[in-house]
Structure formats: C-alpha cells, structure tokens
C-alpha cells in the first residue's frame, strides 16, 4: 500500500508556512506536522526541568520523551491547542524568547534525531501538510510536492511584529528584525539539516504578496503538482 502523500512546506520563520499550512489542510483535509511547535516544545520542557540548553545529551532526553498533544482548537487564530505533559502551552511557546530557545536546541543533532520518529508517525491518511525547515530535505524526502516558502527578513519582521501586537504583547519591531535575522543566520548556518530548499523544492517569495495572494500561488503549486482525485479535496 502508498504512504499517504506529504506536502512539505519550509522556509524561514515569518515567511506565511503557518497560514499557508492551516489553509492547505482546510482546503485538502488533510493533517497538519507543525515541526517548530516540537523544537519550541522541547526548549520549553527542558527550561521548566531547569536543564541548562547547552547540555545537548540532556535535552536529547527531552525530545525522546517528549510528551506532547495536539488537539484541534474551537475558536482562535491558532489551529490547536498545545499540551504539553497535559499541560496547555499554546501561547507560551509562541513568543519570541521560546523560537530562540528552539533555534538553539534545534542545532543539535542529536535533538533532530529524537525528533524524527514523532514526526513521520504524523503521516496518516488522507495525507499531511508538513510545516518546518527540513521537511523536504531531511524529514519528508519522498514528499509529492515540496514548497519553500520565503520572504525578506524586513517583511517578515513587520509580519510577525503586527502578529504578536494582536495577541496583545509588548514588541518592538528592531528587536524582532534583528532576532530574525539570528535565527536565519544560526538555522541557515547549522551543521545538520540546516535551512535550505530541497533540490526539487519550488521556491517561492511572498515579500510582495498579499496573504491571499501567497494562499492562491501555493495552491497552484499543489494542483499542479499532486495529482489528487477531485474527491480528495474538502470542498
Ligand atoms: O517555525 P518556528 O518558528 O516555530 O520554528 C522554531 C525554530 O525551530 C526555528 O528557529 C528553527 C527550528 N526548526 C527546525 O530547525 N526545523 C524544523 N523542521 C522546524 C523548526
């Protein structure tokens, strides 16, 4: 029997993925791997166990065992709730101090490897919608189409400054530019599945786009490129 059918979405942090992932899976009914939310989750667990984020074997430990649930929102900008050894965390790990916690423990090796098998066992039938950096080049290498998402690190700043100003929290835009352009740096820089676009990926840069009009060039892309019955797709 095929594996269910993957559609892999990466790029760097700001760039649409999530938007574009929670509308894909609306759109398909398809299921959704948002692989930061595991990273995040893991440099959250490992603060609250009080582990230092330099000792790698220990954090390892912490994403072998990770204790983590998803469970579909009712209302919200976000599409679940995140628990995290029963525990909700869906605002928590979304500041900007949990990405760079999970930037860091995202550079470890060996924090990826105890990650990889969570991962793959969220392909389940109808198919996934894989949101992260290495979903196409590490995680989903068989993945049917392979989008990476991308946008200048200015845009995506401003993007992620409205974001976080909604949910009500006190940001300044140069501390966010410059946190982006860091993380870009370190995740584009690392040893292990750094961030790039698979070789078969179709890159796409959504500066100048609108949100709906990212959504439309994205879904051309799939209907292009998985060849889908009609009556897969959720109408
Ligand atoms: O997508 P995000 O901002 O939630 O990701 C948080 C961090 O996790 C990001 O800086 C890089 C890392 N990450 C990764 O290394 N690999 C992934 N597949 C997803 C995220």
Redesign the pocket.
Known sequence: MSKPIVIAI?GP??AG??AVTHSLAIKTGFHIL???????LVGLAARRDGIDLDREEHIADVAAHLEVAFLPASSGPEPFQVLLRGQEVTDEIRTDAA??D??RV??MPSV?DGLAQL?RAFRKAPGLIA?????GTV?FTDAAVKIFLTASAEVRAERRYKQLKNKGMDVSLAALLESIRE?DA??AS?LV?P?KPAEDAIILDSSALSLDAVHEAVWEVVEQNVSLGANSFAE
């Open positions: 990466d942090s700001g993925k999530g948002d692989s930061g939310a595991l990273y995040r990405g760079v999970a930037s995202a550079s990826r991962q949101d992260g950096r290495d979903m995680i993380r370190r995740d690392r599945a961030l």
